[in-house]
């Protein structure tokens, strides 16, 4: 079937569900970006988010028997990619080298105020380990990490040199990891929630 002839996203699902590899290269082509970045997100490591994007749209061509064209194909996607999330995260559970990587890099670099539609439950677990910082520790690890400011704009602010912005990134960092390594069923559940589309 001919591109031209997708009028509609349900044309391309009416075509991918009998086995169309066109229609289903248009809607790879459409939503490849989206479940890279938020796959990207979760794992902060384009190799492995590359691989995890390949996995979600593999699945998709082995389950369009299942499409319903009538429902929403982002909703089909999310449950997907979702699921394949949590079956990588299951299997680095078990791989201690990958599972001290993954946290190392969540808390390097995820936002965890990013975006309000991660929710309540999120948002209070991340204030909590806050809390267990000392007050200069949280200001410090707040304005370089939360709000991107670099350390030595921090050292400047304070009044201090950048080795004790360091200092204080380190060992909150290290606290923050510890708390995560702690409540593993919880550091899924927090990386996941980072999982919005």
Same mark, same amino acid.
């Given at each position: 079937?001919?591109?031209?002839c997708f009028?509609t ?7 991918l569900?009998a ?10 082509h ?14 902060h ?5 590359e691989?995890l ?19 929403s ?11 394949? =999330?949590?079956?990588?995260?299951? &299997?680095?559970a078990l791989?201690? &080298? ?7 890099? =969540? ?21 909590s380990?806050?809390?267990?910082l000392p ?9 370089c990490?939360l ?13 201090i ?8 990134i380190?060992?909150?960092?290290k606290?923050?990891k510890?708390?995560?390594? &702690? ?15």
């Amino acid at each position: 079937m001919p591109q031209n002839c997708f009028e509609t996203e349900n044309d391309l699902l009416v075509a991918l569900k009998a086995g169309d590899h066109q229609a289903f290269a248009q809607l790879y082509h459409q939503y490849k970006r989206q479940i890279y970045y938020n796959i990207y997100k979760l794992v902060h490591t384009e190799a492995i988010a590359e691989e995890l994007t390949h996995d979600v749209f593999l699945k998709v061509w082995q389950s369009r028997s299942l499409i319903v064209e009538t429902q929403s194909f982002p909703a089909f996607l999310r449950r997907i990619a979702t699921n394949i =999330a949590i079956d990588f995260y299951r &299997k680095a559970a078990l791989d201690k &080298k990958l599972r001290t990587e993954l946290v190392a890099r =969540a808390t390097e670099f995820y936002d965890p105020f990013e975006e309000e539609a991660s929710g309540s439950d999120h948002h209070a677990f991340i204030r909590s380990l806050l809390e267990k910082l000392p007050p200069r520790r949280r200001e410090i690890f707040s304005l370089c990490k939360l709000e991107g400011k670099s350390y030595a704009d921090v050292a400047h602010l304070l009044g201090i040199g950048t080795g004790t912005v360091n200092d204080h990134i380190v060992k909150a960092t290290k606290l923050i990891k510890q708390e995560l390594m &702690k409540r593993r069923n919880n550091w899924l559940l927090v990386l996941l929630l980072a999982f919005s589309f």
